[in-house]
Protein backbone atom coordinates (compact mmCIF):
# COMPACT_ATOMS: atom_id res chain seq x y z
CA UNK A 1 0.00 0.00 0.00
CA UNK A 2 2.84 1.99 0.99
CA UNK A 3 4.98 1.81 -2.32
CA UNK A 4 1.52 2.47 -4.18
CA UNK A 5 1.04 5.74 -2.83
CA UNK A 6 4.35 6.43 -3.99
CA UNK A 7 4.29 5.83 -7.40
CA UNK A 8 5.58 8.60 -9.39
CA UNK A 9 2.88 8.17 -11.88
CA UNK A 10 0.07 8.38 -8.84
CA UNK A 11 2.32 11.30 -7.16
CA UNK A 12 2.26 13.38 -10.65
CA UNK A 13 -1.95 12.42 -10.70
CA UNK A 14 -1.86 13.85 -7.79
CA UNK A 15 -0.18 17.17 -8.69
CA UNK A 16 -1.77 17.95 -11.38
CA UNK A 17 -5.25 17.25 -10.00
CA UNK A 18 -4.56 19.79 -7.48
CA UNK A 19 -3.23 21.84 -9.87
CA UNK A 20 -6.53 21.80 -11.75
CA UNK A 21 -8.74 22.01 -9.00
CA UNK A 22 -6.71 24.87 -7.80
CA UNK A 23 -6.73 26.76 -11.01
CA UNK A 24 -10.72 25.91 -11.15
CA UNK A 25 -11.32 27.21 -7.96
CA UNK A 26 -9.55 30.32 -8.35
CA UNK A 27 -10.77 31.51 -11.92
CA UNK A 28 -14.47 29.85 -11.73
CA UNK A 29 -16.84 32.60 -12.61
CA UNK A 30 -13.65 35.74 -13.24
CA UNK A 31 -14.49 37.77 -15.94
CA UNK A 32 -11.26 36.58 -18.28
CA UNK A 33 -11.23 39.99 -19.89
CA UNK A 34 -11.09 42.40 -16.93
CA UNK A 35 -8.14 40.31 -15.84
CA UNK A 36 -6.29 41.16 -19.44
CA UNK A 37 -7.43 45.04 -18.76
CA UNK A 38 -5.55 44.75 -15.12
CA UNK A 39 -2.78 43.17 -16.51
CA UNK A 40 -2.09 45.60 -19.64
CA UNK A 41 -2.87 48.47 -17.64
CA UNK A 42 0.52 47.97 -15.66
CA UNK A 43 3.64 50.54 -15.48
CA UNK A 44 6.48 49.29 -16.93
CA UNK A 45 8.50 51.54 -14.70
CA UNK A 46 7.56 50.42 -11.64
CA UNK A 47 7.14 46.73 -12.83
CA UNK A 48 11.36 46.93 -13.44
CA UNK A 49 11.87 48.54 -10.14
CA UNK A 50 9.68 45.29 -8.72
CA UNK A 51 11.78 43.04 -10.75
CA UNK A 52 15.22 44.51 -9.73
CA UNK A 53 13.90 44.25 -6.25
CA UNK A 54 13.47 40.40 -7.00
CA UNK A 55 16.80 39.80 -8.36
CA UNK A 56 18.40 41.36 -5.26
CA UNK A 57 16.44 39.09 -2.98
CA UNK A 58 17.97 36.33 -4.94
CA UNK A 59 21.22 37.67 -4.33
CA UNK A 60 20.95 37.96 -0.74
CA UNK A 61 19.57 34.60 -0.39
CA UNK A 62 23.59 33.67 -2.14
CA UNK A 63 24.97 35.37 0.42
CA UNK A 64 23.27 33.97 3.15
CA UNK A 65 23.52 30.24 1.53
CA UNK A 66 27.07 31.12 1.44
CA UNK A 67 27.70 32.09 5.23
CA UNK A 68 27.34 28.03 5.97
CA UNK A 69 30.33 27.08 4.06
CA UNK A 70 33.17 28.12 6.37
CA UNK A 71 36.42 28.56 6.36
CA UNK A 72 36.65 25.09 5.41
CA UNK A 73 35.39 25.32 2.44
CA UNK A 74 36.23 28.18 0.35
CA UNK A 75 33.80 29.26 -2.25
CA UNK A 76 33.18 32.04 -4.67
CA UNK A 77 29.94 34.12 -3.76
CA UNK A 78 29.30 33.82 -7.98
CA UNK A 79 29.44 30.08 -7.88
CA UNK A 80 26.90 30.03 -4.78
CA UNK A 81 24.95 32.65 -6.83
CA UNK A 82 24.61 30.60 -10.11
CA UNK A 83 23.82 27.56 -8.03
CA UNK A 84 21.10 29.46 -6.05
CA UNK A 85 19.51 30.80 -9.60
CA UNK A 86 19.89 27.07 -10.87
CA UNK A 87 17.98 25.93 -8.50
CA UNK A 88 14.86 28.78 -8.40
CA UNK A 89 15.13 27.50 -12.16
CA UNK A 90 14.38 23.95 -11.68
CA UNK A 91 11.70 24.84 -9.06
CA UNK A 92 9.99 26.84 -11.37
CA UNK A 93 10.07 24.17 -14.70
CA UNK A 94 10.11 21.15 -12.99
CA UNK A 95 8.35 18.95 -10.44
CA UNK A 96 9.14 17.97 -7.07
CA UNK A 97 11.60 20.73 -5.90
CA UNK A 98 13.86 19.38 -8.58
CA UNK A 99 15.64 22.75 -8.06
CA UNK A 100 17.13 21.43 -5.00
CA UNK A 101 18.91 18.50 -5.94
CA UNK A 102 20.41 20.03 -9.36
CA UNK A 103 22.30 22.74 -7.08
CA UNK A 104 23.65 19.95 -4.85
CA UNK A 105 24.58 18.14 -7.72
CA UNK A 106 26.36 20.87 -10.26
CA UNK A 107 28.05 22.61 -7.25
CA UNK A 108 29.26 19.78 -6.34
CA UNK A 109 30.97 19.13 -9.12
CA UNK A 110 32.04 22.37 -9.98
CA UNK A 111 33.48 22.87 -7.16
CA UNK A 112 34.58 19.28 -5.94
CA UNK A 113 32.57 20.27 -2.55
CA UNK A 114 31.28 17.26 -1.03
CA UNK A 115 27.74 16.87 -1.76
CA UNK A 116 26.57 15.77 1.56
CA UNK A 117 28.24 18.89 2.60
CA UNK A 118 26.02 20.63 0.41
CA UNK A 119 22.86 18.93 1.38
CA UNK A 120 23.44 19.96 4.88
CA UNK A 121 24.09 23.84 4.06
CA UNK A 122 20.69 23.18 1.78
CA UNK A 123 18.35 22.02 4.77
CA UNK A 124 19.46 24.67 7.05
CA UNK A 125 18.89 27.39 4.96
CA UNK A 126 15.62 25.76 4.14
CA UNK A 127 14.67 25.10 7.73
CA UNK A 128 15.46 28.71 8.09
CA UNK A 129 13.00 29.89 5.13
CA UNK A 130 10.27 27.95 7.12
CA UNK A 131 11.04 30.51 10.25
CA UNK A 132 10.96 33.50 7.80
CA UNK A 133 7.38 31.88 6.55
CA UNK A 134 5.96 31.90 10.21
CA UNK A 135 7.50 35.38 10.52
CA UNK A 136 5.66 36.93 7.39
CA UNK A 137 2.80 35.06 8.75
CA UNK A 138 2.82 36.03 12.11
CA UNK A 139 3.42 39.92 11.15
CA UNK A 140 0.40 39.81 8.80
CA UNK A 141 -1.95 38.09 11.29
CA UNK A 142 -1.01 40.49 13.87
CA UNK A 143 -2.06 43.87 11.95
CA UNK A 144 -4.32 42.65 9.77
CA UNK A 145 -7.39 41.57 11.33
CA UNK A 146 -8.61 40.73 7.62
CA UNK A 147 -6.39 37.92 7.29
CA UNK A 148 -8.17 34.85 6.01
CA UNK A 149 -9.59 32.44 8.50
CA UNK A 150 -7.23 29.49 7.37
CA UNK A 151 -4.11 31.37 7.72
CA UNK A 152 -4.92 32.80 11.15
CA UNK A 153 -5.72 29.34 12.00
CA UNK A 154 -2.18 28.02 10.71
CA UNK A 155 -0.55 30.96 12.37
CA UNK A 156 -0.54 29.71 15.75
CA UNK A 157 0.94 26.26 14.46
CA UNK A 158 3.36 27.97 12.48
CA UNK A 159 4.82 29.95 15.29
CA UNK A 160 5.82 26.62 17.42
CA UNK A 161 6.46 24.75 14.54
CA UNK A 162 8.92 27.63 13.86
CA UNK A 163 10.43 28.81 17.22
CA UNK A 164 10.69 24.74 17.47
CA UNK A 165 12.99 24.76 13.99
CA UNK A 166 14.64 28.07 15.61
CA UNK A 167 15.74 26.84 18.46
CA UNK A 168 17.21 23.85 16.55
CA UNK A 169 19.09 26.13 14.63
CA UNK A 170 20.63 28.42 17.22
CA UNK A 171 21.95 25.19 18.61
CA UNK A 172 23.33 23.60 15.49
CA UNK A 173 26.93 25.16 15.61
CA UNK A 174 27.66 23.83 18.97
CA UNK A 175 26.11 20.08 18.36
CA UNK A 176 28.48 19.23 15.26
CA UNK A 177 30.69 16.20 16.55
CA UNK A 178 28.26 14.99 18.61
CA UNK A 179 25.90 13.30 16.15
CA UNK A 180 26.75 9.75 17.98
CA UNK A 181 25.94 10.92 21.07
CA UNK A 182 22.11 12.21 20.20
CA UNK A 183 21.48 9.39 18.48
CA UNK A 184 22.47 7.12 21.14
CA UNK A 185 20.18 9.37 23.64
CA UNK A 186 17.27 8.96 21.05
CA UNK A 187 16.98 5.74 21.74
CA UNK A 188 17.12 4.36 17.70
CA UNK A 189 17.82 0.66 17.38
CA UNK A 190 21.33 0.30 17.42
CA UNK A 191 20.65 -1.69 13.64
CA UNK A 192 20.12 2.05 12.48
CA UNK A 193 22.36 3.79 14.26
CA UNK A 194 24.75 4.00 11.60
CA UNK A 195 22.72 5.64 8.94
CA UNK A 196 20.96 7.86 11.62
CA UNK A 197 24.51 9.17 13.03
CA UNK A 198 25.74 9.72 9.79
CA UNK A 199 22.36 11.52 8.33
CA UNK A 200 22.80 13.98 11.67
CA UNK A 201 26.25 14.48 11.18
CA UNK A 202 25.78 15.48 7.53
CA UNK A 203 22.74 17.98 8.98
CA UNK A 204 24.55 19.22 11.84
CA UNK A 205 27.98 19.90 9.49
CA UNK A 206 25.77 22.39 7.37
CA UNK A 207 25.90 24.85 10.30
CA UNK A 208 29.60 24.63 11.52
CA UNK A 209 30.60 27.97 10.15
CA UNK A 210 27.81 29.40 12.26
CA UNK A 211 30.43 29.04 15.29
CA UNK A 212 32.14 31.84 14.23
CA UNK A 213 30.08 34.92 15.10
CA UNK A 214 30.75 37.35 12.50
CA UNK A 215 29.02 34.19 10.01
CA UNK A 216 26.00 33.77 13.03
CA UNK A 217 25.60 37.15 13.05
CA UNK A 218 25.48 37.93 8.64
CA UNK A 219 22.99 34.07 8.45
CA UNK A 220 20.45 36.01 10.89
CA UNK A 221 20.49 39.49 9.58
CA UNK A 222 20.42 38.01 5.30
CA UNK A 223 17.43 36.04 6.43
CA UNK A 224 14.82 39.22 7.25
CA UNK A 225 16.48 41.32 4.60
CA UNK A 226 15.91 38.82 1.44
CA UNK A 227 11.84 38.78 2.82
CA UNK A 228 11.92 42.11 3.32
CA UNK A 229 13.16 42.81 -0.26
CA UNK A 230 10.79 40.25 -1.79
CA UNK A 231 8.17 42.04 -0.14
CA UNK A 232 9.19 45.08 -1.34
CA UNK A 233 9.13 43.87 -4.75
CA UNK A 234 5.01 43.18 -4.06
CA UNK A 235 4.86 46.36 -2.94
CA UNK A 236 6.23 48.12 -6.21
CA UNK A 237 4.26 45.62 -8.41
CA UNK A 238 0.89 46.49 -6.63
CA UNK A 239 1.87 50.26 -6.87
CA UNK A 240 2.61 49.59 -10.99
CA UNK A 241 -1.02 48.05 -11.08
CA UNK A 242 -2.36 50.72 -8.95
CA UNK A 243 -3.12 48.70 -6.48
CA UNK A 244 -1.91 49.50 -3.10
CA UNK A 245 -0.71 46.92 -0.58
CA UNK A 246 1.23 47.81 2.78
CA UNK A 247 4.72 45.94 3.73
CA UNK A 248 2.57 44.06 5.98
CA UNK A 249 -0.11 42.87 3.55
CA UNK A 250 2.73 42.11 0.83
CA UNK A 251 4.05 39.85 3.83
CA UNK A 252 1.40 38.24 4.30
CA UNK A 253 0.77 37.43 1.00
CA UNK A 254 4.17 35.99 0.81
CA UNK A 255 3.87 34.28 4.46
CA UNK A 256 0.65 32.85 2.80
CA UNK A 257 2.63 31.33 -0.75
CA UNK A 258 5.44 29.89 1.05
CA UNK A 259 2.97 28.20 3.26
CA UNK A 260 0.66 26.72 0.90
CA UNK A 261 3.74 25.76 -0.96
CA UNK A 262 4.34 22.78 1.31
CA UNK A 263 1.19 21.08 -0.44
CA UNK A 264 2.43 19.15 -3.66
CA UNK A 265 2.19 21.82 -6.30
CA UNK A 266 3.26 21.67 -10.68
CA UNK A 267 6.30 23.59 -11.03
CA UNK A 268 6.42 27.31 -10.01
CA UNK A 269 3.53 26.59 -7.72
CA UNK A 270 1.06 26.58 -10.70
CA UNK A 271 -2.74 27.03 -9.19
CA UNK A 272 -0.83 27.34 -5.80
CA UNK A 273 -0.45 31.18 -6.40
CA UNK A 274 -3.92 31.90 -7.96
CA UNK A 275 -5.30 29.91 -4.79
CA UNK A 276 -3.37 32.41 -2.38
CA UNK A 277 -4.66 35.13 -4.38
CA UNK A 278 -8.79 35.12 -4.68
CA UNK A 279 -8.21 34.23 -0.56
CA UNK A 280 -5.88 36.65 0.58
CA UNK A 281 -6.55 39.58 -1.62
CA UNK A 282 -10.36 40.11 -1.45
CA UNK A 283 -10.76 40.71 2.34
CA UNK A 284 -8.31 44.00 1.78
CA UNK A 285 -10.58 45.35 -1.17
CA UNK A 286 -9.01 43.58 -4.32
CA UNK A 287 -11.65 42.52 -7.02
CA UNK A 288 -11.27 38.52 -8.15
CA UNK A 289 -9.79 39.73 -11.68
CA UNK A 290 -7.64 42.42 -9.59
CA UNK A 291 -6.32 39.55 -7.46
CA UNK A 292 -5.43 37.44 -10.31
CA UNK A 293 -4.28 39.97 -12.81
CA UNK A 294 -1.66 40.96 -9.72
CA UNK A 295 -0.56 37.89 -9.00
CA UNK A 296 -0.58 36.08 -12.73
CA UNK A 297 1.76 39.68 -13.21
CA UNK A 298 3.91 38.46 -10.03
CA UNK A 299 4.48 34.97 -11.20
CA UNK A 300 5.57 36.01 -14.54
CA UNK A 301 7.99 38.48 -13.52
CA UNK A 302 9.53 35.84 -11.55
CA UNK A 303 9.55 33.69 -14.09
CA UNK A 304 11.36 36.37 -16.05
CA UNK A 305 14.13 37.04 -13.56
CA UNK A 306 14.68 33.61 -12.77
CA UNK A 307 14.76 32.50 -16.41
CA UNK A 308 16.82 35.50 -17.45
CA UNK A 309 19.54 34.40 -15.01
CA UNK A 310 19.30 30.89 -14.15
CA UNK A 311 19.67 29.75 -17.66
CA UNK A 312 22.95 31.97 -18.06
CA UNK A 313 24.33 30.03 -14.71
CA UNK A 314 23.32 26.43 -15.50
CA UNK A 315 25.57 27.16 -18.38
CA UNK A 316 28.14 28.78 -16.60
CA UNK A 317 28.17 25.98 -13.68
CA UNK A 318 28.13 23.10 -16.06
CA UNK A 319 31.07 24.66 -17.63
CA UNK A 320 32.83 24.94 -14.70
CA UNK A 321 31.96 21.20 -13.78
CA UNK A 322 33.82 20.48 -16.85
CA UNK A 323 36.69 22.30 -16.09
CA UNK A 324 37.08 20.66 -12.59
CA UNK A 325 36.54 17.10 -14.41
CA UNK A 326 39.79 17.84 -17.00
CA UNK A 327 41.74 18.98 -13.82
CA UNK A 328 43.00 15.80 -12.83
CA UNK A 329 43.63 14.52 -15.75
CA UNK A 330 45.71 17.39 -17.05
CA UNK A 331 47.67 17.25 -13.62
CA UNK A 332 48.57 13.37 -14.41
CA UNK A 333 49.93 14.24 -18.32
Request: glycine share 8%; net charge positive.
Amino acid sequence: MKAFFLHPALRRTLVIGLALFLLWYSFRGVDLEAIWQAMRATDHGLLMLAGLSMALAFGVRALRWRMLFGPNHPITYISVWQATMVCYLGNCYLPARAGEVMRIHLLGRATNISRNFLLGTVVVERASDVVMVAAACGVGVLFLPAAPLWLSSAAGAMTITACSILAVLLSMPWLGNRADRIVSLLRIPVAYRPQASKLLGTFLGGANALRLPSRFIAFNLLSPLYLLLDAMALVFLSEAMSLPLSLPQCLLVLGAIGLAMTLPSTPGGLGIFQMVAVTVLPPFGFMKPEALAYILVYQGLGYVVVTLFGVWSLWRLQDAAKQTAREPNLTSV
